[in-house]
């Protein structure tokens, strides 16, 4: 009896003098794990065109229902996305979203990726169904927010789908000069594949 | 009588309430940061300094919450029984010495409220009208937890009490005084040159008897059935809210309080200590020992709460009645005789007295048994007839 109640009172007294277990969560905060599933962000091209293409594969992907997208059409004069379509409502309601990541998965441009930011929180209902303007990455340093021209971004001669699979979204402007060569395309395994994000 | 006595009497008044009153403060943080330590935990540290007033804030929210009163009360006692409760802990303690003496306008002075005659038993007679708050609590409340919680307390308290008068008989009649101060001053001095003179030292099993007793007395863990979680969802408490919730809550600590100071009362010298310093000091040192010595058995009683799972209901009972209370009435016999020896001349008389007592006790030991109805049955007839 001794030799149990020594051991059961010694261990809440050992317990005492030992570090704590819990972290002082909002001026401590853990980092999560790199893949965590937090937030989403909307992804740019380096020049500041989205990537979102608007197609809602993401929209149908989701188990939650929690994204709602409406695309609309690129035109030469305002130009959003390098395709053919873009994006012009994107909404993800974190009061419905459970972040599998199934979103991502079914994104075919990359342009939705998650980030691991986790402090979703908002005292209103509004506040958590986050729009475009909030889940969109910052414009990469030195680039013209969208919409740009269709002269302006033949003028920058970019390969925006720097894979076999790509396509020339400037078709139409085939007479520009510096549109996207096929030399440049040559070997899909040397090239850099996607954004900084992958 | 004069106006220097009533304002004597007022400041002691005054000085015990508040030194009760932030100790219960205190002791409310006190429990939830060392039970959190103890579980690798922090507990409350956002309010003030180690999270100090968190209690103050917690007060503040309950006097401020809503008052629901359930409709099926009854009404005059549901009201009645948590002041019950927080009143009989306010006035437990007016017994117990706090501090030393000193000397104010002429007048010596001793830092306790009221030195009746009755001592220690103004604690006892507290202690069991305390019960009435509880079991009043759950009667009125008119659901059938509560109910059932203040059923359990009142069976608990009954129980637990006769043990715990008969553990402090023992040092009554070690003292030969019911009077608070009697006891201290009896408790002065040193065993063999370098112990205190504390009646822990010779009334050991009596301290282990009292101090078991009243954390039963308390319902403190692991005796908390009245208010065990997991079965009465919060015992008599459940339909109470806001202020009178608070009241019970108040009650609850400032006798974990109480019985802590009667401990170190009874068993533990009191205020007394070495004094030393300038007259004004000594008084304060007393109230230091006294507020040490307290907080030693405050810390058990957290300790206990921590390390202790609750007791089942029928094992509670069973080591109230059938361990707890022979052995105080034991130990109380045994004082009782080894006093009568010491003061009386004729120790043969006594010796043969308590040898014939012994000797009736030993045979109605061996022929209680031949008494007993067959047909009621014991513990082990009793599957028996379950089965047939």
């Not at chain 2, 809550?249 to 533990?268: G, Q």
Request: hydrophobic fraction near 50%; include cysteine; glycine fraction near 8%.
């Amino acid at each position: 009896m001794f030799t149990a109640m020594r051991k059961g009172f010694g261990l809440t007294f050992k317990t005492m003098f030992r570090p704590m277990e819990t972290t002082q969560y909002p001026e401590v905060k853990r980092p999560t794990q790199p893949r965590f599933h937090g937030r989403h962000v909307l992804n740019r091209h380096p020049d500041g065109l989205e990537k979102c293409v608007g197609c809602e594969l993401c929209a149908w992907a989701c188990p939650a229902d929690a994204i709602y997208v409406e695309g609309a059409d690129n035109t030469p004069e305002a130009r959003y996305s390098p395709a053919e379509r873009y994006g012009v409502v994107y909404q993800i309601n974190f009061l419905r979203c459970i972040l599998c990541g199934l979103c991502i998965e079914a994104c075919p441009t990359r342009a939705l990726t998650m980030s691991n930011e986790y402090e979703l929180s908002a005292d209103s209902r509004e506040a958590l169904i986050y729009t475009k303007d909030r889940l969109l990455a910052p414009l990469p340093a030195g680039a013209k927010p969208p919409p740009h021209t269709d002269a302006e971004v033949a003028a920058r001669g970019l390969s925006y789908y720097q894979g076999s699979w790509g396509q020339n979204p400037l078709a139409h402007f085939a007479g520009a000069a510096g549109g996207p060569q096929e030399s440049e395309l040559a070997d899909p395994a040397v090239a850099p594949r996607g954004g900084s994000e992958d | 009588m004069d106006g220097v006595d009533l304002l004597i009497i007022v400041g002691k008044a005054v000085a015990a309430f508040a030194l009760w009153l932030s100790g219960t403060a205190v002791l409310i943080w006190a429990e939830r940061r060392v039970v959190a330590k103890m579980q690798s935990r922090v507990g409350p540290n956002r309010l003030g300094p180690f999270g100090l007033l968190q209690t103050v804030a917690d007060g503040a929210k309950l006097f401020f919450k809503e008052d629901i009163t359930p409709s099926n009360v009854d009404r005059a006692t549901y009201i009645a029984a948590p002041v019950m409760s927080a009143v009989v802990a306010l006035i437990t303690y007016a017994v117990i010495p706090f501090g030393g003496t000193f000397s104010v306008a002429g007048r010596e002075v001793a830092l306790q409220v009221w030195d009746p005659g009755i001592g220690m038993l103004w604690f006892l007679a507290m202690s069991s009208l305390g019960v009435y708050g509880i079991v009043l609590a759950g009667w009125s409340s008119g659901s059938k937890y509560p109910l059932l919680g203040g059923v359990r307390s009142s069976a608990q308290m009954i129980s637990y009490e006769l043990a715990m008068g008969l553990s402090m008989a023992a040092v009554f009649i070690y003292t030969g005084s019911l009077r608070a101060s009697d006891i201290v001053a009896n408790q002065q001095g040193a065993l063999l040159g370098f112990l205190p003179a504390w009646h822990v030292i010779p009334m050991a099993p009596a301290f282990l008897i009292f101090f078991t007793a009243v954390i039963a007395e308390t319902q403190r863990p692991p005796f908390d059935l009245p208010e065990a979680e997991g079965e009465l969802v919060a015992g008599f408490g459940t339909e109470y809210t806001a202020a009178k919730f608070a009241m019970f809550y108040l009650a609850e600590f400032m006798n974990v309080i109480t019985v802590s100071a009667v401990t170190v009362t009874l068993f533990f010298g009191g205020p007394s200590g070495p004094l030393f310093g300038p007259d004004w000091l000594r008084p304060l040192l007393g109230v230091a020992y006294f507020v040490l010595k307290v907080s030693v058995f405050l810390f058990v009683f957290i300790w206990l709460r921590a390390s202790l799972p609750r007791l089942r209901y029928d094992r509670l009972m069973d080591l109230g009645w059938r361990l707890m209370l022979p052995l105080s009435l034991l130990w109380a016999m045994a004082t009782a005789f080894a006093v009568v020896l010491r003061q009386s001349a004729d120790q043969a008389t006594v010796f043969k007295l308590a040898a014939g007592g012994v000797a009736v006790a030993l045979l109605l030991y061996i022929a209680a048994p031949l008494f007993a109805r067959k047909d009621r049955g014991g513990d082990a007839a009793a599957p028996e007839e379950v089965k047939a």
